[in-house]
């Protein structure tokens, strides 16, 4: 079975929405202004969280100007 996870690294963010507009069943924009994974871990300024299926991720990933969100296959990152 493949795994997939993403991450993201808030201190990184711009606040500009793009993820939460590709992929808003994963990304939202939280309290402070930035982006946010739904339901993720948190290690300090990195969220992570496991995922069944990369769906709209590689798109949010693509789009963020900051490179801020990285996916992974099998702990291969892919973006």
């Known amino acids: 079975m493949t795994n997939y996870r993403i991450e993201m690294d808030r201190a990184m963010c711009i ?7 590709s992929c808003p069943d994963i990304w939202e924009m ?7 994974i ?4 948190n290690e300090g ?3 992570k969280k496991e ?19 990285h996916v992974f296959e099998d702990e291969v990152e892919l973006i």
Do not use: F, N, R, Y
Not at 55 to 66: I, R, T
């Open 30 to 36: 939280a309290a402070d202004g930035l982006s946010s």
């Open 15 to 21: 606040s500009c929405g793009s993820c939460v507009d």
């Open 38 to 41: 739904k339901d993720s871990e």
């Open 51 to 69: 995922i069944p299926e990369l769906g709209c991720s590689v798109e949010a990933a693509e789009k963020c100007p900051v490179t801020c969100i």
């Open 45 to 47: 300024d990195i969220q």
